[in-house]
């Protein structure tokens, strides 16, 4: 039995439009509104950003080298750390979390698009201004109060490129608006009539818990934004405390958008890699149901955690016993996730594919920083190392370990289904040792030097910190050169690679079971569910390719 069976259509029936077409090259430097150009265009787009952004954070790592101002100034480095962190989290991750998405949700639930695709398009179109806003603001006064762009005390320096950088999170915040009610609307109206919620793929279980987050979260940044636009251009004083503002008011509506923000990242490569793992070890998810709600626990917990980034900034002790509970509360259904994962992996048949190996180091690395953020969440401790770079080690492992390894697993995995091409495994495997080894030996040396003292934020540092910091600027330069093999195996597999079959990991979700690339409208006619998505091992499908591949038995 297949996994799906295809309705007929009447013969009086004309076929839909673009039946059996795909998209030409040129479609994806327009306004198109296909899903499928859209979620290429936001996944490339981001890509691009990181590379920027990881140049930021080598010239910062160069500089960090040594204690002493020998590669940029200063100020060049507090200009540098705040494009950083906005381009990695805002033009980057959040960008390939939506081109995940957009790509995948219409394909998983056997839908012909998203619900409102040229409001769709118009959300990705907000990125490019938004990222060349964000570059600009560096040439007018760059903030200086790092990428938090808490509201200095005067709030007299850097105005206008303060100015333009609200500017561009705010546009760029409106397409993750737009995205999220548009994700929600497509996988609650449009999936096929055989598929109830409890049958989706958990992918799109984790991109609804990431949709409710933005739509939430989102707002609350947007107003803080708005008024510390004023403050900076209009001389208010909502959060001046010279005139009798607040920047304590601030930092809570900041951070209650911003520590959603780490699950509004890695949310969505949650439900990638609880996609990902079942295929390529052979075996149903296990706890399927486990793993959905999970994520939408983590949804409701992830907006009453957010003070406990601001335990050292006079927060009474009520508040502060709240929040520290709450944060170790929501290391409970992440810690379902990880066990779901790894009992899937038991005793499973591995295959150690690109997007396996990623998934493994998603999970290694993920772990270490969901551990040390336990730690961060206890009040004393957090209060010894606020502020330092254990707390940067932390964050790191959480978006690095997470986000950064799990889109890298999931363009190994979808790519076929995206280009109709093969990557090069040989070159895969190269990419995951490069940057598996060069992001531990850039982060993990961090957690001593932020139990030692040496604070965050700052280009100079006491000459002790030297040995830590020469090995952690040499791992960001394996992590810089990891990235080369990527792009090539990437472009080169796209224009050269051999080509893939339909359904090259044999898996068992819907967007497998039409043409790689797809046609313009995804398939043929509407399938029908007929298995699970994760029922691998329960028996030989026979019009699946070749089993001896994962070592399954062929019934005599």
């Known amino acids: 039995m297949t996994q799906t069976e295809l309705k007929a259509t009447p013969a009086s029936s004309p076929p839909p439009h673009g039946h059996g077409e795909t998209r030409k090259w040129t479609d994806y430097f327009t306004f198109c509104t296909d899903h499928k150009v859209i979620g290429i265009q936001y996944l490339v787009t981001a890509f691009v950003f990181y590379m920027i952004g990881g140049a930021f954070a080598t010239a910062m790592r160069t500089e960090l080298a040594t204690p002493d101002p020998d590669f940029v100034t200063p100020d060049v480095y507090n200009g540098l750390l705040t494009l950083h962190g906005t381009v990695m989290l805002f033009l980057w991750i959040v960008p390939a979390g939506a081109g995940l998405a957009n790509y995948l949700i219409p394909l998983m639930i056997g839908a012909r698009d998203m619900a409102f695709p040229k409001l769709n398009a118009i959300a990705f179109w907000m990125i490019p201004p938004s990222g060349i806003l964000l570059l600009s603001s560096y040439f007018?006064?760059?903030?200086?109060?790092?990428?938090?762009?808490?509201?200095?005390?005067?709030l007299t320096t850097g105005q206008l490129g303060e100015g333009i950088w609200i500017m561009s999170i705010l546009v760029g915040g409106t397409a993750s608006i737009l995205g999220a009610i548009n994700f929600l609307t497509t996988i609650l109206r449009m999936r096929v009539p055989s598929m109830p919620l409890t049958s989706m793929p958990?992918?799109?279980?984790?991109?609804?818990?990431?949709?409710?987050?933005?739509?939430?979260?989102?707002?609350?940044?947007?107003?803080?934004?708005?008024?510390?636009?004023f403050d900076l251009l209009a001389g208010t004083n909502f959060f001046n405390p010279t005139g009798g503002g607040n920047p304590i008011v601030y930092q809570h509506m900041f951070w209650f958008y911003s520590h959603p923000a780490v699950y509004i990242f890695v949310l969505p490569l949650f439900g990638a890699i609880s996609d990902v793992i079942p295929v390529h070890a052979r075996k149903p998810i296990f706890g399927y149901r486990a793993i959905a709600y999970s994520s939408l626990a983590i949804s409701f917990l992830g907006l009453i955690v957010w003070a406990h980034h601001m335990f050292t900034s006079g927060t009474p002790p009520w508040m502060r016993m709240f929040f520290m509970i709450t944060t170790m509360v929501i290391a409970v259904p992440t810690g379902v996730k990880v066990f779901g994962w790894v009992a899937t992996l038991w005793r499973g048949k591995i295959a150690?594919?690109?997007?396996?190996?990623?998934?493994?180091?998603?999970?290694?690395?993920?772990?270490?920083?969901?551990i040390s953020g336990v730690m961060l969440a206890a009040v004393p401790f957090d209060i010894h190392v606020h502020d330092t770079y254990f707390v940067v080690a932390h964050f790191h492992y959480v978006l690095f370990g997470g986000a950064v390894f799990g889109v890298y697993m999931a363009v190994y995995h979808w790519f076929p289904k995206m280009t109709g091409?093969?990557?090069?495994?040989?070159?895969?495997?190269?990419?995951?040792?490069?940057?598996?080894?060069?992001?531990?030996?850039?982060?993990?040396?961090?957690?001593?030097?932020?139990?030692?003292?040496?604070?965050?934020?700052?280009a100079l540092y006491d000459p002790q910190f030297t040995d830590l910091n020469v090995v952690a600027t040499v791992g960001s330069y394996i992590l810089a050169v990891s990235t080369i093999p990527f792009i090539i195996n990437a472009v080169w597999s796209w224009l050269y690679g051999p080509e893939a079959p339909a359904n090259p990991w044999r898996a068992l979700t819907l967007e497998w079971q039409t043409t790689?690339?797809?046609?313009?409208?995804?398939?043929?006619?509407?399938?029908?569910?007929?298995?699970?998505?994760?029922?691998?091992?329960?028996?030989?499908?026979?019009?699946?390719?070749?089993?001896?591949?994962?070592?399954?038995?062929?019934?005599?």
Do not use: Q
Not at 203 to 228: D, K, N, R
Not at 352 to 370: D, P
């Open 202 to 229: 958990l992918f799109c279980w984790s991109m609804l818990a990431t949709s409710f987050l933005i739509l939430v979260s989102t707002p609350v940044l947007a107003g803080a934004l708005i008024l510390l636009a």
């Open 421 to 458: 091409r093969m990557m090069n495994e040989f070159w895969g495997r190269i990419h995951f040792v490069l940057t598996f080894v060069g992001m531990n030996l850039t982060f993990m040396p961090m957690h001593e030097l932020g139990m030692r003292g040496m604070n965050r934020r700052i």
């Open 140 to 154: 007018f006064e760059p903030p200086s109060a790092g990428w938090t762009s808490y509201p200095p005390l005067s």
């Open 352 to 370: 150690y594919t690109s997007a396996m190996l990623f998934a493994l180091g998603f999970i290694a690395t993920f772990l270490i920083g969901g």
């Open 516 to 556: 790689s690339p797809p046609m313009i409208e995804n398939f043929e006619e509407l399938p029908v569910l007929k298995t699970g998505p994760y029922d691998y091992g329960l028996g030989y499908i026979p019009d699946r390719d070749p089993p001896e591949l994962y070592g399954e038995e062929v019934p005599a």
